[in-house]
């Protein structure tokens, strides 16, 4: 027998025992952005990777060693995208939506990155994430906050997150901070290791997200980013966390949180959750008000966020929120005999057009009254439909429940829509 392939590592299959769970996840989705008038876009998989080496930033994670990058036909260097924000401002950009323009958007779709395959880490993952365009104030911070707090109330994961908050600051401010922060880790050389060493110039603040224990022990001592934060920043921030108290949602403001990508400046955030083991950042975000400028368009401020859809299915999953059970099938059709077989065919897709809400399977393969009761069985089905010579004769149905105690019977078509409107 020839050799089954395997799908590359990393790169997972949705089985159809998993998909009612991803429906529910994105169904959840979709009504929270539709309850805050947001837009969907929708951009190609693979940008140049031009695109993301500007804005992501050279010194990155991502850029350095995550991405599926390859050089297509004509020689062009290609990347399949590893994130959504940039490929957001490519196509904001080049279709004139940003400028001197508010907009209020969401996507989702797959994302690729070449890391190590793990519970919660995959390298084709999907990303839910909004971006609003053109608003400095920080309602538009405080309201990304609120939809992610109000999606998490639809999903009934509330109590099991939490959000953790922190302020970069302007690039004046960073740069500032930047060479505080150098100076400082250029006295402990030799406490840090290869990697804070080599960011240390490249890009310091990295060294402050460090697992490195002996690393993160000398950076309790380390200067603060809170103390070299001008009058506008502190204003911002303090506007935010205003809002948030007003707004009920409850946050710890953590000075270390970086984040892994450059563009960010001003607000920055990640909702939490403990159910996860390691990868327990399920959604992160915050301002990126320099990024739309960077890529070439006017300047616009910008602020957003992106959730990683595999890690909200697996804490669906892990806190048993939803019931899998469901079945698929509210009716199934069996039929007995050639004749029968086919108009059952044309009967059930007439009963389908007149219930559009029912979900109406028809038996395709066959065999005696026995097999046919076993696969309706099989199909989770509340009642199944039968047609033999007698009924089509007589234009009537006999109908068995599989659910409930009760016996079966034969009744006229007519009959049988009255009990289905109420099925
Ligand atoms: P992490 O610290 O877990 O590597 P990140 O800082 O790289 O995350 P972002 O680039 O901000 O994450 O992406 C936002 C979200 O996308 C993450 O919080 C996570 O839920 C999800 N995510 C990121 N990378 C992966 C991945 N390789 N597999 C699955 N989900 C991912
Ligand atoms: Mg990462």
């Known amino acids: 027998m020839a050799k089954t ?28 952005v539709a309850a805050y008038g947001y837009s969907e876009i929708r951009t190609p998989i693979v940008e140049s990777t031009d695109l993301f080496k500007r804005s992501i930033g050279e010194v990155t994670d991502i850029v350095e060693k995550e991405m599926y990058t390859f050089d ?17 401002v490519r196509a904001g950009n080049q279709h004139g939506l940003l400028y001197n323009q508010e907009q209020r958007l969401w996507y989702m779709g797959p994302m690729f990155r070449h890391e190590r395959p793990q519970k919660g880490r995959y390298r084709q993952f999907h990303q839910f994430g909004v971006e609003v365009y053109g608003i400095s104030d920080a309602h538009a911070d405080a309201e990304v906050l609120m939809m992610s707090a109000y999606l998490w109330k639809q999903l009934g994961m509330t109590e ?36 804070s060493k080599r960011r240390m110039y490249s890009n310091p603040l990295r060294v402050l997200d460090t697992k490195n224990p002996d690393v993160q022990a000398i950076l309790v001592n380390a200067p603060k980013l809170s103390d070299h934060l001008g009058e506008e920043t502190t204003q911002h921030f303090s506007k935010l966390c205003e809002l ?87 009716v199934y059709v069996c039929a007995l005999g050639d004749n029968a077989q086919s108009q059952a065919m044309i009967i059930s897709q007439s009963l389908r057009e007149q219930h559009s809400d029912l979900r109406i399977m028809k038996h395709n393969s066959g065999g005696n009254f026995k097999k046919q009761m076993k696969k309706a069985d099989q199909s989770s089905a509340k009642i199944v439909l039968l047609f033999g010579d007698d009924e089509l004769e007589n234009d009537s149905v006999t109908v068995k429940y599989l659910r409930e105690d009760k016996p079966q019977s034969t009744m006229t078509m007519s009959e049988l829509s009255t009990l289905l409107e109420e099925l």
């Open 5 to 32: 392939i395997q799908a590359v590592r990393g790169m997972n299959d949705c089985l159809p025992t998993q998909s009612s769970l991803w429906q529910f996840a994105e169904q959840a989705v979709r009504n929270t």
């Open 72 to 88: 297509d036909r004509n020689g062009d260097s290609l990347t399949l995208r590893p994130e959504g924000t940039a490929c957001v």
């Open 160 to 195: 099991h997150v939490r959000l953790e908050l922190n302020t970069l600051g302007d690039n004046h401010e960073r740069a500032e901070y930047r060479d505080a922060l150098i100076a400082f880790l250029e006295q402990h050389l030799d406490v840090l290791d290869e990697e």
């Open 244 to 330: 948030l108290d007003l707004a009920g949602i409850q946050y710890t403001v953590n000075e270390r949180l970086v984040r892994g990508l450059d563009y960010y400046n001003r607000t920055v955030f990640e909702w939490v959750t403990d159910s996860l083991g390691a990868q327990g950042t399920v959604l992160a975000g915050g301002r990126y008000d320099g990024l739309v400028e960077q890529l070439g368009g006017k300047a616009s401020p910008a602020v957003g966020f992106a959730m990683g859809i595999e890690r909200l299915v697996l804490m669906l999953e892990t806190l048993e929120l939803v019931d899998t059970s469901l079945s698929a099938v509210d």
